[in-house]
């Protein structure tokens, strides 16, 4: 695995973690499951690990991969909600416990990050594409 393929494994890797900060924004109201049941949507979030386990050698501890998509098992918001259909004996509906303001964030430093691998891997093709003028 060369330099080259160790930003693309970062890119990727962003690329995840931006699709799992944006999943949890849009879902952030879903209140419902497939069924129709009062379950609300789980806040998940991506965990990254060093390496490529795909690889051999010395190239297996290089780069970063998405090891596993977990699910925040923390309690969801109670919204006092007398009305609904989905409210309990109380009277409160189970919402998301989902922060737009700490969505946004993750996916603005997924992007940063993103964006750091993509200028890694321009410079490496800029040293490759010298490397190949001085030597011709």
Excluded: C, W
């Excluded at 494994?9 to 069924?35: H, K």
């Excluded at 129709?36 to 501890?61: C, E, H, I, K």
């Excluded at 990050?113 to 003028?133: D, I, P, S």
């Amino acid at each position: 695995m060369g330099s080259l393929d160790v930003s693309v494994s970062g890119m990727i890797a962003q690329r995840t973690r931006m699709e799992v900060a944006i999943a949890n924004l849009a879902n952030q109201g879903t209140i419902q499951d497939a069924r129709g049941n009062n379950v609300p949507y789980q806040r998940r979030f991506a965990v990254l690990a060093a390496g490529d386990p795909s690889a051999t050698g010395s190239a297996r501890s290089q780069g970063v991969h998405v090891s596993s998509i977990e699910l925040d098992d923390a309690a969801p918001i109670m919204r006092y909600e007398p009305g609904s259909p989905f409210a309990d004996s109380d009277g409160y509906v189970a919402y998301p416990n989902i922060d737009p303001m700490t969505e946004t964030i993750n996916a603005m430093d997924a992007q940063r990050a993103y964006e750091a691998n993509l200028a890694a891997a321009e410079a490496t093709k800029a040293m490759v594409a010298q490397a190949l003028r001085i030597l011709a």
